[in-house]
């Protein structure tokens, strides 16, 4: 699991360092997105990496904007999870 703060760098980037690192599957990734004013074809990009590297999870919150929120959600589906204050994450089998 990844935890952003704003990614600045782009959560795809973010993304793909932190699997090339570790080697490692990202199950979900949760913080802000810094996408606020992205284009289309920007947050296709970003939809694109999240499915890429099989996330199973994606927690939008901060600076990721409401209209992204909605693309995310129509575009990730069950993916998609709604980000905001005070949000639990259980992670782990019960």
């Known amino acids: ?3 952003t703060g704003c990614s600045h760098p782009g ?3 973010i ?5 090339n690192l570790t080697g490692l599957p990202v199950y979900a990734v949760i913080g802000g ?6 284009d289309d074809s920007r947050l296709r990009e970003v939809a694109l ?8 999870e ?13 693309y995310f959600k129509e575009v990730l ?3 998609y999870e709604d ?4 949000i639990v994450v259980e992670i782990g089998a019960p």
């Open 1 to 3: 699991m990844i935890l």
């Open 11 to 13: 959560i795809d980037k």
């Open 15 to 19: 993304i793909e360092y932190a699997h």
């Open 33 to 38: 997105f810094h996408l606020v004013g992205a």
């Open 49 to 56: 990496t999240f499915k890429r590297y099989g996330l199973r």
């Open 58 to 70: 994606v927690y939008p919150i901060h600076c990721t904007g409401d209209r992204v929120r909605r």
């Open 77 to 79: 589906g069950e993916v």
């Open 83 to 86: 980000g905001h204050v005070g």
